[in-house]
Nanobody
Framework: QVQLVESGGGLVQAGGSLRLSCTASGRTFSTYRMAWFRQAPGKEREFVAVVRTSGGSTTYSESVKGRFTISRDNAKNTVYLQMNSLKPEDTAVYYC???????????????WGQGTQVTVSS
């Protein structure tokens, strides 16, 4: 069992930056692929970024590529999402998730955090 707790959301102006953190309980964090998803009001949950177990390989959605960076610290059981050059369309609830296998599909993730709100004002 893995429990995930996100933090770091908030209100920021367009062009600004935020860093989200997601800390996991349990001793098996390093074996999970960790991802960030987001969900805006009235929209489906969408993939943002994923990092493999060692942290050396990452994949991003086209909408955030070049602006967001996902990373992990296995010693701290934590995954991060550094968000730069934020746009109003980045406004959403951001969720971290853990999966035993690499995937970009939300329903294949085994564990989810409660989400943290990110609001970008224009």
């Amino acid at each position: 069992q893995v429990q995930l707790v996100e933090s770091g959301g908030g209100l920021v102006q367009a062009g600004g930056s935020l860093r989200l953190s997601c800390t996991a309980s349990g001793r098996t964090f390093s074996t999970y692929r960790m991802a960030w998803f987001r969900q805006a009001p009235g929209k489906e949950r969408e993939f943002v970024a994923v990092v493999r177990t060692s942290g050396g390989s990452t994949t991003y959605s086209e909408s955030v590529k070049g602006r967001f960076t996902i990373s992990r610290d296995n010693a701290k059981n934590t995954v991060y999402l550094q968000m730069n050059s934020l746009k109003p369309e980045d406004t959403a609830v951001y969720y971290c998730a853990a999966a035993a296998m690499i995937t970009l599909i939300a329903r294949r993730y085994d564990y989810w955090g409660q989400g943290t709100q990110v609001t970008v004002s224009s």
